[in-house]
């Protein structure tokens, strides 16, 4: 199975703070998503990327950059924490193509 | 309008019972559609997949399309406790590299 690694499970940042979020996956998939979630508004993507160094904006991608240096790597800055970026963050991988993805375990970010 | 509408819940069935999830889409183009569950505190899992028109069946979970509708559905035949999650709907877009989703629908199923 797919096994895809979010590094931190629960993070506590100050507002300002320039914020790392890392992911990854071991299976060699092209595609990597970055999601934030939020009670009723359900998952809305910040960025992907479908190779190295490529990356296209998703709907919300202000305040957030990314980074893919290697295939598995995908990571997602907040490059000045905000208190309305506290979410669940969640990264999935997919295959080339149109497939389902998989998801990581989310990483639930607080900033105060 | 949102592009992937779900009806939020919670949909609430007694063990043993059918459960009919519901999803409609705006863009005609969409080519793929997916069911996630989702547990409380998890991150979603993929369930099902269908891409033609009409259903999809796998154990307990039966998927529908209807493209000329814009509807999919999700089917979950004798309903069990351990299936009481937040359903999510997920589909392919027109020139879109990446699936959108549903705000989901929380189902309970009751003992």
């Known amino acids: 199975d797919v096994k895809v690694t979010q590094s931190s499970r629960y993070l506590v940042k100050r507002t300002g703070e320039k914020v790392f979020l890392e992911c990854v996956q071991d299976?060699?998939?092209?595609?990597m998503f970055w999601y934030r979630q939020d009670p009723g508004l359900g998952l809305r993507l910040i960025y992907f990327s479908y190779d190295v160094k490529m990356k296209e904006k998703g709907d919300i991608p202000e305040g957030y950059s990314v980074s893919r240096e290697k295939k598995e790597r995908f990571s997602l800055i907040l490059e000045s924490a905000s208190t309305n970026q506290t979410s669940m963050y969640l990264c999935?991988?997919?295959?080339?193509?149109?497939?389902?993805?998989?998801f990581g375990s989310g990483t639930r970010l607080t900033v105060v | 309008q949102k592009e992937v509408e779900q009806n939020s819940g919670p949909l609430s069935v007694p063990e043993g019972a059918i459960a009919s999830l519901n999803c409609t889409y705006s863009?005609?183009?969409?080519?793929?559609f997916f069911w996630y569950r989702q547990y409380s505190g998890k991150s979603p899992e993929l369930i099902m997949f269908?891409?033609?028109?009409g259903d999809k069946e796998d154990g307990r979970f039966t998927a529908q399309l209807n493209k000329a509708s814009q509807y999919v559905s999700l089917l979950i035949r004798d309903s069990q406790p351990s299936d009481s999650a937040t359903y999510l709907c997920a589909v392919t877009g027109t020139g879109r590299r990446a699936l959108t989703f549903g705000s989901g629908t929380r189902l309970q199923v009751q003992p």
């Open positions: 299976m060699d998939h092209e595609n």
């Open positions: 999935a991988s997919s295959l080339t193509g149109v497939y389902g993805y998989t």
């Open positions: 269908i891409y033609s028109n």
């Open positions: 863009d005609r183009g969409s080519q793929s």
